[in-house]
């Protein structure tokens, strides 16, 4: 990997521990779906903070996900050509996501209901009769699959021939693009969740959130075609960044007009012909606009030199991903009987957490057999 371009590792552990975090903080209150809740969200300061925290988290780190995965496919495609560049994605998304489907979405789930009294067997032998699907965070896999077969038959259909492609540098687009584009995803998302609120899903994804996905993901590649990551500066973010902030403040309100104390996603936020749904759709792209530019511009100057700690982090970031549900779970459930504010057990079972998946990821991805596909 070139050297400009280390940041984006980085930029992955980041993100990668931000999920960590962000399910620890719906095991702690907030408004969320996850394995285990040790509190529910309420009232309380501490569960609307945490509340606030995983719905700023929502707008924009899954979607930057994407984006960076978008902004790598293309150079891969051209690379392998479609037979391989497919045969990779099915054994570095295909295999980690049949796994947590067979073993570790159970696992997960016995190790909440065993807690609750439940049992652990039990549970797994429900879900096996029930053949009831648990992909957790894996979802992400299950639809980067798509994502690269629906840029495959697209590139082949409409695209350039591989042989033929070439990057072409182009401006990065203008604030106003950047508007229309925010506005065109917000209504698209809340176009979707008319019919799809959040926190329905089908076929273990949760399409409300999609209109951002699809759109990020493709920019991504627009991106790698016409070098937008490189030529990004402050000028481009500058505007973005101050309204995200003013987005940020306008969400508290929102919430306390809105007359929850839930938080986005309850209460009229996850869907349908209300006023807290317009906003909430509209709200995330306006977040993820200002905190992506941020972002990549902060981990490209201060994150883009060598570093034998963000090499180590880096190369286990994807299996971290896919193992930190189960491990998140058990280190919550070993700290259920510690009597602290709920802000302290968040902080400390999120960073025990992500501490633990990523020395449990170590000798994983030093496996030959494991090494080429996590």
Known sequence: MAIRELYIDRLRVALTALVILHHTAITYGASGSWFYNELRPSSAPSSLLLTLFAATNQAYFMGFFFLLAGYFTPPSLERKGYARYLGDRLLRLGLPLLFFILVLGPATAGLAT?????????????????????????????????????????RAIFGAKLEASARTVRAVPSGFRWLLAALGVGVAAWAIRLGIPVGKNLFGLQLGYFASYIF???????????????????RHARPWIAVMILALLSLPVALMLGDTHRGAGSSGFEGGLRWQAAFYALWEPFIAWGAIALLLLLFRRYGNRPSRLGDWLGRRAYAAYMLHAPVLVAVALVLHGWSAPALVKFATTGLLACAITWLVADPLVRLPGLRRVL
Do not use: E, K, M, S
Request: hydrophobic share 55%.
């Open 216 to 234: 990020l993901f493709v920019l991504g590649t627009a991106a790698w075609r016409h070098d937008w990551l490189r030529q990004l500066t402050v």
């Open 114 to 154: 065993w807690a609750q009294g439940d049992g652990f067997w039990p549970t797994i032998l429900w879900l096996w009769h029930h053949q009831r699907i648990i992909n957790g965070p894996l979802w992400f896999a299950q639809t980067l699959l798509l994502f690269a077969l629906a840029y495959c038959g697209g």
